[in-house]
Nanobody, 119 residues
C-alpha cells in the first residue's frame, strides 16, 4: 500500500510558477512509476506527466511540454512538478498517482491539490 499526499497548489497569475510536491509513505516508493494528472471543472481527468522509478525518464502531455518539469527524490519519497509559464487553462485539481512498472493502471492516488491561474 502507498499513501500519497500532494501539496503546493494555490492561486497564481498567468505567467507565474508553482511547484507541486507529492509525498509518499508505505511501500517502497522507488519501485513505482509516478504520474501527475489534472481535472478541470466539467472535464475528465487528464494525464500531465510521469516519471520512471529511477527518475531517468519523464513523459509529458503536449499541452505542458516545455513548461512543466517532473522530478523525484527517492531518498525523500517525494515527486515534484515544477510548473512555469502557467496559463489559465492549467487551472485544475492536480493529482499524483503511482503504479507498478508492469501494470497499465495507476493503483494509488492522492487527494489532489487545487491550482488556479488567473488571467
Amino acid at each position: 500500500q502507498v499513501q500519497l499526499v500532494e501539496s503546493g497548489g494555490g492561486l497564481v497569475q498567468a505567467g507565474g510558477s508553482l511547484r507541486l510536491a507529492c509525498a509518499a509513505s508505505g511501500r517502497t516508493f522507488s519501485y513505482y512509476v509516478v504520474g501527475w494528472f489534472r481535472q478541470a471543472p466539467g472535464k475528465e481527468r487528464a494525464f500531465v506527466a510521469s516519471i520512471t522509478p529511477s527518475g531517468g525518464n519523464t513523459y509529458y502531455a503536449d499541452s505542458v511540454k516545455g513548461r512543466f518539469t517532473m522530478s523525484r527524490d527517492n531518498a525523500k519519497n517525494t515527486v515534484y512538478l515544477q510548473m512555469n509559464t502557467l496559463k489559465p487553462e492549467d487551472t485544475a485539481v492536480y493529482y499524483c498517482a503511482a503504479k507498478d512498472v508492469t501494470t497499465y493502471q495507476y493503483h494509488y492516488w492522492g487527494q489532489g491539490t487545487q491550482v488556479t491561474v488567473s488571467s
